[in-house]
């Protein structure tokens, strides 16, 4: 009898769905979850915009989409502004940013972080004006990592930013840099009990026009900053939030600065606080190589020239009266022709002799320097004796 062989058994066809079917199941779920949490977007969008408005900070969208399925979420507010009420000492006016887009960018993997770029040309105006000033930008970033609970660090970076006043079609430059940005991190507290924050602010070939000439002459700076005092991290106008500081006896360590505009370089530190008059106090020690390329952008000979108004010398000179200048320099003409001459023109020589008196002999980066304190009193800046600056109050 031939041999009985067995038919091979047949397996179920449905075991070859499973893997499918499981695929189907977790790609809907997937895109419910995805669908849900961008239609939470504008939620909480407007929970924050809610919030912030109570501070004075009123956003608003023309028009906002969410995209990026299926691995993250792309928020997109087209014609974005922000209106500014009350964020300064004594201006209560709203003051208006208006911007073209700004992107909102988060990976599904990595929540917590959100990228946002920002797309150039912005404009400010004080509400209901046309434009007064126009801000550019080859490209802005900003990241925040922490969200949506505690926001652990944050930056911002512009690449080539400008700043022009507008009048109608005419544009002046007043500010340029090939670079700006700022960072910062949580460092104790939480941000809602006792937040202290360290900052690093950078600006690479910055320059200002319409406010000193020495301030047109490209500059780079760097500030390593410290601030405490904050009680949490909950939307209010700037000027409470120094109050909040003053009242809580905080202040602003400047760990560290530096300054370089061509031979000149100068660093710093030093800590600042708020006066109960929302005026800044404190005390920086500064050591400065170059000092002596700063005196004639002063215009300190010209001003001997030409006789010394009595508001430049209470900015610069506190006490000393325009008329007994101006005479002592006749006087000196007087009593001996052309003496008053030679000291019009030596007079970047003797304000440099007397500015190195302030301090003491020391190097700085390889070369000779001068060290000595830049003091504030009251919202005045002092170098030594010489008024230079007045800070208007924070609050």
């Known amino acids: 009898m031939p041999e009985m062989i067995p038919a091979p058994r047949r397996r179920p066809l449905w075991r070859l769905f499973i893997m499918p079917a499981l ?39 023309g028009k906002r989409s969410v995209a990026g399925f299926p691995f993250r979420f792309e928020v997109r507010c087209d014609d974005a502004s922000v209106t500014l009420v009350s964020q300064t000492a004594g201006a209560q006016a709203p003051f208006t940013a208006r911007l073209g887009e700004i992107l909102v960018i988060a990976q599904i993997y990595q929540p917590k972080l959100l990228i946002a770029e920002f797309k150039a040309p912005a404009t400010l105006a004080d509400r209901g004006q046309p ?38 079609p005419v544009s002046t430059p007043l500010a340029r840099a090939g670079r700006s940005e700022l960072h910062g991190r949580l460092v104790e507290g939480s941000a809602k009990d006792q937040p202290v924050i360290e900052t690093a602010f950078q600006i690479t070939g910055g320059s200002v026009q319409e406010m000193h000439p020495l301030l047109a002459v490209p500059f780079d700076v760097g500030v390593d900053a410290r601030i405490s005092g904050l009680k949490d ?44 008059n929302g005026r800044i106090d404190g005390e920086l020690q500064m050591t400065v190589a170059g000092i002596e390329k700063v005196i004639p952008a002063l215009g300190l000979e010209k001003m001997l020239e030409e006789g010394v108004p009595q508001a430049t010398l209470d900015r610069v000179a506190p006490g000393v009266k325009s008329q007994d200048l101006n ?56 170098l030594g004796p010489i008024k230079v600056a007045q800070v208007p109050p924070l609050f």
């Not at 895109?31 to 004075?56: H, L, N, P, T």
């Not at 909040?244 to 530190?269: F, K, M, P, T, W």
């Not at 007079?347 to 500015?355: D, F, L, R, S």
């Not at 002999?361 to 060290?371: I, N, S, T, Y």
Request: include cysteine; glycine fraction near 10%; charged fraction near 20%.
């Open 23 to 61: 695929l189907v199941v977790a790609a809907a779920a997937w895109s419910g979850f995805w669908f849900y949490a961008a239609s939470e977007v504008g939620v909480r969008a407007d929970a924050w915009r809610a919030q912030e408005a109570k501070a004075g900070r009123i956003y608003d969208c």
């Open 131 to 168: 434009p007064s000033m126009k801000v550019n930008w080859s490209s802005g970033r900003s990241s925040v990592y922490g969200l949506p609970d505690i926001p652990q660090r944050a930056s911002i970076v512009f690449e080539n930013p400008s700043i022009d006043r507008v009048n109608g």
């Open 233 to 276: 991290f909950s939307p209010k106008p700037w000027p409470e939030r120094f109050r909040e500081i003053q009242a809580a006896g905080g202040n602003v360590e400047i760990v560290r600065s530096r300054i370089q505009q061509g031979d000149l370089i100068a660093v710093g530190a030093g800590k600042l606080s708020l006066n109960a």
């Open 327 to 382: 005479n002592l320099v006749g006087a000196l003409d007087r009593a001996i022709p052309g003496l008053g001459k030679v000291v019009k023109q030596n007079a970047n020589v003797g304000v440099t002799a007397g500015i190195n008196a302030l301090g003491k002999e020391a190097e700085l980066e390889g070369r000779k320097a001068r060290a000595f304190p830049l003091r504030f009193a009251d919202g005045a800046v002092f």
